[in-house]
């Protein structure tokens, strides 16, 4: 079934640690977006990707890096939990920037 | 600053009509989108409006004004499985989009 695969579903970590969240879509899409969602807030993008080998910072990109070697991955990366991080982390994708986005599942991560 | 509004919570009864209201300040607009998502899942698409005017698409349907920056998105024949939050995001002059909070809406019997 075509869509989005995010890994780990879930993840507990230390403050400090360096985790990597993994993203795979396999639509095609050229348009790649992290967010975070937490409690009582709306969706705050990350990072966001227009085509392969392109990204951008969105509203919150402090302590989250990406990359986008190719079409299909787009791997979010912190380099140093902090507890503030714990949060669902949401990738989607979309055809074009003006193109409705699609969601994977998420990864739930708690920092302690 | 860039700015979604949306009521937290809303109730209603099985079988009959809401409106869930999204009011936006943002720079620029580029179109406006609502999402349906249940609680511990994604986010799927229900509705874009780039043009003022009303879009339906079986039980949901959705209006804009851009000159009053409103949107609402209006659930017909309400269901249990409808349960669930709304989300309302506009795309700003740069193409990114801004997310309400969403509006969590109850179904009751």
């Known amino acids: 079934i075509a869509g989005i695969t995010q890994a780990p579903t879930s993840q507990i970590l230390a403050a400090g640690r360096r985790m990597t969240l993994r993203c795979t879509q396999d639509m095609r899409h050229n348009a790649m977006y992290w967010y975070r969602q937490d409690l009582g807030l709306g969706l705050r993008l990350i990072h966001y990707?227009?085509?392969?080998?392109?990204?951008g910072k969105g509203e919150v990109p402090d302590g989250y890096s990406v990359s986008r070697a190719n079409t299909d991955d787009f791997p979010l990366t912190l380099a140093s939990a902090v507890p503030s991080q714990t949060s669902v982390y949401f990738c989607?994708?979309?055809?074009?920037?003006?193109?409705?986005?699609?969601f994977g599942d998420g990864t739930r991560l708690s920092i302690l | 600053g860039q700015n979604i509004d949306q009521p937290t919570e809303m109730t209603a009864t099985e079988g009959a009509i809401v409106q869930i209201n999204c009011t936006y300040q943002?720079?620029?607009?580029?179109?406006l989108f609502w999402y349906q998502q249940h609680a511990g899942e994604a986010p799927t698409f229900l509705s874009y409006?780039?043009l003022d005017g009303l879009e339906e698409k079986g039980r949901f349907s959705s209006f804009l004004s851009r000159s009053k920056g409103y949107s609402y998105l209006l659930l017909k024949e309400l269901q249990m499985k409808d349960s669930a939050s709304y989300l309302c995001?506009?795309?700003?002059?740069?193409?990114?989009?801004?997310w309400g909070a969403g509006t969590k809406l109850i179904i009751k019997p």
């Open positions: 409006n780039v």
């Open positions: 990707s227009n085509t392969a080998g392109t990204t």
């Open positions: 989607a994708s979309s055809q074009g920037y003006n193109q409705p986005q699609h």
């Open positions: 943002t720079s620029g607009f580029n179109g």
């Open positions: 995001a506009v795309r700003d002059l740069d193409y990114q989009l801004i």
